[in-house]
């Protein structure tokens, strides 16, 4: 059973341009996390998902961010019009229900994103 | 505002020598609580969790945790510890404020075990 995957494992992007992060859920996974960790920071909530639903995104910043969860495929978090500040490493994770026990949390290497 | 703050940024230690990593939460209410470790190049691993009873955890690779409820602490040890302990530690904790459903983390302890 793979664990969690995200692609790419580092993006570099331009200032302006977009960025697109993937993450391939656990096989029976059905829920997904998306974090965030600036340099010298801990790891900072962004999203929850479900399979096409958003149940909580009060960790996303209000613009150029969003995040989806399609009924088949991986989970996108999507960043436009990108700048310096952007600049992180993304970490996706997923659990196959939301009992909240985390027991069954599992996160992938994450994405680095370097705007330029 | 829910935090987790760990005061140690960096810690350097010796192979063999007791590690005890520090992890305060600021939430009054019902909690649980995990430690994970980050090695060079991997994901996130669960390393030991604390939901209720047995304020004493003990966890995979010979790590413990205590939980010390009228301190707000969750601090992590390890009698001896290992050229390959060395990896980033994170306390995380989720509250009844989030419906338990968000990990809330410390900023992160590095810690390196020289040979």
């Known amino acids: 059973n793979a664990g969690v995957m995200q692609n790419p494992r580092h993006l570099v992007r331009r200032r302006g341009q977009e960025a697109r992060l993937r993450c391939s859920p656990m096989k029976g996974h059905s829920h997904v996390y998306w974090y965030r960790q600036l340099p010298e920071e801990g790891l900072k909530f962004m999203v929850y998902?479900?399979?096409?639903?958003?149940?909580?995104e009060s960790g996303m910043p209000k613009e150029r961010f969003s995040a989806e969860f399609p009924k088949e495929g991986p989970s996108i978090l999507r960043i436009q019009q990108v700048v310096r500040g952007d600049s992180a490493a993304y970490f996706c994770a997923s659990s196959p229900d939301s009992t909240g026990g985390f027991e069954k949390l599992f996160f992938g290497s994450g994405t680095q994103l370097s705007v330029l | 505002a829910q935090s987790v703050s760990q005061h140690n940024h960096h810690v350097i230690l010796s192979e063999a020598a007791s590690l005890e990593l520090g992890c305060n939460y600021s939430y009054g209410g019902t909690v649980n609580l995990f430690w994970y470790v980050q090695y060079p190049g991997q994901h996130l691993q669960l390393l030991l969790k604390y939901f209720s009873g047995d304020p004493l955890v003990k966890g995979i690779k010979g790590f413990e945790a205590e939980f010390i409820k009228s301190k707000f602490s969750f601090n992590l040890r390890k009698p001896s510890v290992q050229w390959s302990d060395t990896a980033e530690y994170f306390c995380a904790v989720t509250s009844m404020n989030t419906g338990f459903q968000k990990l809330v983390f410390g900023t992160g302890t590095r810690l390196l075990v020289s040979p």
């Open positions: 998902l479900q399979k096409e639903n958003i149940i909580d």
